[in-house]
């Protein structure tokens, strides 16, 4: 389906990745964003996007997704529980069925697929470990497409994804209420990418994503997590978290926070530059420095 000559795009998940895509391509494209709330469909269109109403965990409420475009995003993380990913699965069922099928998808996965590596450096060649029921989800989903895809026709693009930071997604709350992280020696690396930069290189999949093929869509920074938690501290001029030992630490975080705490890796980016869009913040000290620099 077009609209005055734009080609049309399928987003699924407008969370606030969603939303920054949308708004950008929107002046290209005819975008359709897909959502479970009619709540949001003001705050959709604001961003130049049409409403749909659906639900990924109803697969009845999806039919109306089938010829709407030949581009989709995927951005709809999955569901809470399981170690299947039940909605991937429901929108490539549907995606399948229309007259005007999908021909390009772009699935914004994330770095955990690889698990712990003990500190050791990760590609996008390195085989996939999930630890958690959260990342095996993920792995699950990227199975499901990589193998619907070319049978249906369909180049893929997986964006891998690490920690996602911004001036409104920083831990500034877990700073202030002094949240312990692990001391020097026993601390995790962490890896990630600013908002705007993701929005970007998702927008960037769309024209310059090649076939059936995962890109590591971080920085490239290779920092410790505590030493993370102290950039942030000294640039809002809080107080550095405490560091303690692992055994004392897992015993008072939830076991999310632990889960990403525990695994270490260092995920490199070298096949970023196929989507030819250079990062306007290569790494979290350079975005620091911007907020310093404009209080």
């Not at 993380?77 to 998808?105: E, F, K, M």
């Not at 920085?219 to 938690?229: A, C, H, N, Q, W």
Request: hydrophobic share 35%; glycine share 6%.
């Amino acid at each position: 389906m077009q609209s005055f000559g734009k080609p049309s795009i399928l987003i699924i998940g407008c969370g606030d990745i969603g939303l920054r895509v949308a708004k950008q391509l929107s002046r290209s494209h005819r975008v359709f964003a897909l959502t479970t709330s009619k709540s949001r469909f003001q705050e959709l269109r604001k961003v130049g996007a049409t409403p749909i109403l659906g639900n990924l965990d109803q697969p009845e409420s999806l039919w109306r997704l089938s010829s709407l475009a030949q581009t989709a995003i995927h951005l709809a993380p999955p569901q809470n529980q399981g170690s299947r990913d039940c909605r991937t699965r429901n929108l490539i069922r549907i995606l399948a069925q229309g007259s005007q099928a999908v021909r390009r998808l772009i699935y914004i996965s994330t770095t955990g697929v690889y698990g712990d590596h003990q500190g050791a450096k990760v590609s996008e060649s390195t085989p996939v470990s999930p630890q958690s029921e959260r990342a095996q989800r993920r792995v699950d989903a990227e199975l499901a497409l990589r193998l619907w895809a070319p049978a249906h026709g369909v180049a893929l693009t997986i964006l891998r994804v690490p920690g996602i930071y911004a001036a409104d997604r920083l831990p500034l709350e877990r700073l202030q209420s002094q949240t312990p992280v692990l001391r020097p020696e026993e601390d995790a690396y962490s890896n990630h990418i600013h908002s705007d930069d993701l929005a970007r290189l998702v927008c960037a999949a769309v024209y310059h994503g090649k076939p059936q093929r995962v890109i590591n869509t971080c920085d490239g920074g290779e920092t410790k997590m505590g030493d993370y938690f102290d950039e942030v501290a000294d640039a809002f001029g809080l107080d550095r978290p405490p560091r303690m030992p692992a055994e004392q630490l897992q015993k008072i975080v939830n076991p999310m926070l632990w889960s990403f705490m525990r695994e270490s890796r260092r995920v490199t980016n070298t096949r970023l530059h196929e989507l030819k869009t250079p990062l306007r913040y290569p790494s979290v000290t350079h975005f620091l420095n911007t907020i310093s620099k404009n209080p």
